[in-house]
């Protein structure tokens, strides 16, 4: 049996608990916490900044000693950057798309042209108007990436959203920018759009076309591909998977940790250093003891929503996150949604808008909710609500 010394990235208590349906209470996510820190993996992705109940996470998990294994999560923004620091973390990942698609819905200037109103990138979109929401992104990456490491004084990896649908060219120009800065970057299949013998291809021609940063990726299972894209991947020449245990996560959920690490042991005679497979099976006893695991893909329920930078792009561009034109798109309330949702609801939905203001409180108040009941809501609740006042 030979070694290979990459590393495992785990994302069960951050991007797993994305997944609709899925709580995990402060207690379950501690314990999970720990019995993931048993295996060996890396490090674990959470997100403080969400909620009072992940920022309680951190401190805890930093006061039982785990802060080497801690990377939170962190939009662009030094306030955000800021924010992380003063949770305690020592290592933060910080992501932006970059893909097309993505970047001319989010591009704060496009926005504001009367001319792209209503337009996605599959409309006549002119080349220099792509060239500038690439550069522009570019630059608040760089931006960021610096002032985390050199002023915050951070240890930062970089997540591509949706690297799989992202320019080539522009991809390498992105990972040779970030590469003083980082310590990974990481390539998201955010929409699981690519197949085993195109993940080879990419990894490879990637590889081949930048220097000295390591490559990461993190596929989801939207088509069911997930594992053997990750697989393909490692063998081309990746050396970071990230995932979950059990493979939970949004929509059709994440590549699944254990079918990685034994998959490669299986077919290809390759142990990961550093693992406990022992514990790895502890911890996916534990997953599945409460009755958890993810959507089946395809399936009308892994077309369901509740990210609010999801749901936002969503709003504007159907095929931002939902690459099933046949399926409708469910959206849900939780403690991951985001005033977007709402306006989902409201506007596209009922075709009865509300104020940002109301938008803003529904937020508050599901979110609180939420929490405290440890669920989350559908839109025919999110009315109920609406209707018996609870807003107000």
Not at 78 to 86: G, R, S
Not at 133 to 142: N, S
Not at 152 to 180: H, W
Request: glycine share 8%.
């Amino acid at each position: 049996m030979k070694t290979l010394p990459i590393k495992i990235s785990d994302e069960t208590l951050r991007d797993g608990e994305q997944q609709v349906g899925i709580f995990f209470s402060l207690p379950t996510k501690h314990k999970l916490a720990h019995l993931i820190a048993q295996t060996g993996v890396s490090g674990f992705a959470i997100m403080p900044s969400v909620c009072e109940q992940e920022s309680e996470l951190a401190k805890t998990l930093i006061s039982d000693g785990l802060t080497h294994l801690i990377t939170a999560s962190t939009m662009m923004g030094k306030e955000f950057i800021d924010q992380a620091k003063n949770y305690g973390v020592k290592r933060i990942i910080l992501f932006h798309a970059v893909s097309d698609r993505l970047l001319f819905l989010r591009n704060p200037h496009v926005r504001l042209m009367s001319e792209y109103q209503g337009k996605t990138i599959d409309d006549d979109i002119p080349s220099h108007i792509i060239n500038k929401i690439r550069q522009d992104a570019l630059d608040v990456i760089v931006e960021n990436l610096r002032y985390a490491t050199q002023v915050a004084g951070l240890r930062v990896e970089f997540a591509a959203e949706d690297a799989s649908r992202a320019d080539f060219d522009f991809l390498v120009q992105c990972i040779r920018s970030c590469g003083p800065y980082i310590e990974h970057f990481l390539l998201c299949d955010t929409v699981g759009v690519l197949s085993p013998e195109k993940s080879y291809i990419w990894i490879n021609d990637l590889l081949q076309s930048t220097t000295g940063v390591e490559l990461g990726v993190h596929y989801h299972n939207d088509i069911g591909l997930a594992l053997e894209n990750t697989l393909q991947s490692v063998i081309a020449g990746a050396t970071i998977v990230s995932g979950t245990f059990c493979g939970i996560g949004e929509r059709a959920g994440n590549v699944a940790l254990e079918q990685v690490l034994n998959g490669l042991r299986v077919r290809f005679g390759i142990e990961v250093e550093g693992i406990n497979y022992d514990a790895v099976e502890v911890v996916t006893n534990y997953i599945e003891q409460m009755g958890i695991s993810p959507a089946h893909p395809y399936s009308q329920t892994a077309q369901s929503h509740q990210s609010g930078i999801h749901v936002n792009s969503l709003f504007r561009d159907p095929l931002s996150y939902a690459i099933f034109p046949h399926n409708d798109v469910n959206i849900v309330f939780g403690k991951w949604s985001g005033v977007s949702n709402f306006q989902y609801l409201f506007e596209k939905q009922l075709q009865n808008p509300q104020s940002r203001q109301k938008y803003e409180k529904m937020r508050a108040v599901i979110k609180s909710m939420a929490t405290g009941q440890e669920r989350y809501f559908t839109a025919s609740e999110v009315l109920k609500l609406w209707k018996d006042g609870i807003f107000e």
